[in-house]
Structure formats: C-alpha cells, structure tokens
C-alpha cells in the first residue's frame, strides 16, 4: 500500500500552543495572529490565498488540540488516506460523533451551543447566493465535520476558498458594532467571548461535504468513542439509539424514503438531552 502525500499541517500561536504540536504534522506559524478574532479561519483563509496546491496533495489545517479532541494522530490519518483514498477526495476526522448522531445537521448543534447561529447562518447563505434552508437539511457522520478536522485534495480547497471569501467579505462588511457576526458566544468553558462569526465559519465545510459535490470517507467512532457526558446519559442503550439516530439519518439521505427520518425521531426521542449551558 502507497504512503500517501500528505501536508497536514498544526496551527500554533506561541510557545505554548507550537509545545503541543504532534510528530508527523507540518508546524503552520502564526505567531503574529494578525487577526484573532478569526482564529484558524485567517490562517487557512491566506494560506490558501497565498499557495498553489498540488494536484495529487492530501491538505489539512488543524488546531493544536486535534489529537487530544480527537484522538487521532498523523499516523492514523496517513493509513487511513491510504487505504481509502483512491475512493475519496475529502477524509473527515471529526469528534463529538453522538452530537453529529443526535442533532438533524451542524446548525442545529451549533444553535444549541450558540443561540443565533442558524437565523444567521441562514441569512449568510441565502444572502450569498445559495439556496437551502439549513434548518430541514439531513446530515450523518458520513457527511458532518466539525473545527474543519479533515483532509482533502486540490479540488475541495478551491471551492472551500471560494466560499470563504464570500464569507469573509460578508462579516466583514457587516463589522460595525458589536452585534450580529460579533456577537459573543459561549465556547468551551468561557462565556461569552468567542465571535459568532467564529462558529458560523467552522460549518462552512458542510456546504461541501454534505451535497454529493465530493467523494467523501469519515472515520466510525461510534462503537468506542466516548459519550460527551455533559450532554447525553451513558451506557449501552444510549450509545445504541445515537447510533440507530445515525444510520436513519444516512438511509433517509441516500434514499429519500420519510419512513427512515420517522425512526431517527423515534430514536431521538428516547434520548435525554441535557442542554449546555448558556451565558446570560
């Protein structure tokens, strides 16, 4: 089996952050941090801007955190591009796989943590020209990626860095203030000091993921990962019925039949959610 050409590369942003760094990965200097406000979105964005990609080239940027979120490592990326990468242009690596399993899509969850983001999302892409309604669109794990953890060939960045700029000029356009894209949100175990903007910009990759545009593959967490304990209940049979609101998910999706998103709710419904908590 082909090793395959990879440039993934780790984001870090001092000697704390560049500490973290894992063997394997490319170190992608941004000690300047320029813009803050727009964490690894500002250094993909100009990264992307400033570089020709290679044709036959696995790209990724990931945070310092990647392993330990996670928990995969460059090796794990490297043998799994290289054992499904003939049959794909984009690899997810996403973690919180009962989230992805429990909420109908990324806007969803995201309006969970982030109260605002779907209207706001949805005002982007309508905005932007493009034509869906967030709030009734499926995804699974097949086609869910979460604080951009993938890899994906030449073809995905171009249409990534198209959206992005879109993006990018519209938020920026609309900077005035403190309200809307600047809003702060919850993140982690700050409150309220993370933009909106910040949020908004990590689902963007679903726009291309989750629509056919390109052949992707994702890694299955759901036997052994664990359960976010802060939001669902453990054990057996919660870990059964996330998985039971997944696969409905993708049999809705790859068949259109209603009868598969019945179970999904039926299976969601015997599941606790406990909301996180919110900044007043």
Same mark, same amino acid.
């Given at each position: ?50 570089? /020709? @990609?290679?044709? +036959?080239?696995?790209?990724?940027? =990931? ?5 330990? !979120?996670? *928990? ?63 709030? /009734? @669109?499926?995804? +699974?794990?097949?086609?869910?990626? =979460? ?5 994906? !060939?030449? *073809? ?125």
């Amino acid at each position: 089996m082909a090793r395959p050409d990879l440039q993934a590369f780790q984001i870090y942003y001092d000697d704390a952050s560049k500490a973290m760094l894992a063997p394997g990965f490319i170190p992608l200097d941004n000690t300047s941090n320029l813009r803050p406000d727009w964490f690894e979105f500002w250094v993909m964005l100009n990264y992307l801007r400033e570089h /020709e @990609l290679e044709e +036959d080239v696995w790209y990724g940027f =990931f945070s310092p955190k990647f392993p330990l !979120k996670s *928990g995969f490592d460059h090796e794990f990326l490297t043998a799994t591009v290289a054992r499904y990468g003939e049959e794909a242009e984009v690899a997810l690596f996403s973690p919180g796989w009962d989230q992805i399993a429990y909420f109908l899509n990324p806007w969803e969850q995201g309006e969970v943590w982030h109260p605002g983001l779907m209207a706001m999302s949805q005002q982007l892409v309508t905005d932007i020209g493009i034509d869906v309604t967030l709030r /009734e @669109l499926v995804f +699974d794990a097949s086609t869910t990626v =979460f604080a951009n953890y993938l890899l994906a !060939k030449r *073809g995905y960045w171009k249409a990534w860095l198209d959206l992005a700029e879109k993006l990018f000029a519209y938020v920026e356009d609309r900077a005035e203030g403190t309200g809307g894209y600047l809003a702060s949100t919850t993140y982690g175990k700050r409150l309220r000091d993370t933009p909106m903007k910040t949020f908004i910009q990590e689902r963007l990759a679903n726009l291309l993921t989750g629509f056919g545009q390109f052949k992707v593959m994702s890694s299955d967490q759901s036997a052994t990962a664990a359960i976010l304990s802060k939001m669902f209940p453990g054990g057996l049979e919660v870990r059964y019925l996330l998985q039971t609101c997944d696969l409905m998910k993708r049999k809705y999706r790859l068949s259109g039949d209603p009868q598969y998103l019945q179970q999904y709710w039926a299976a969601r419904k015997n599941i606790r959610m406990i909301p996180p908590p919110r900044a007043d």
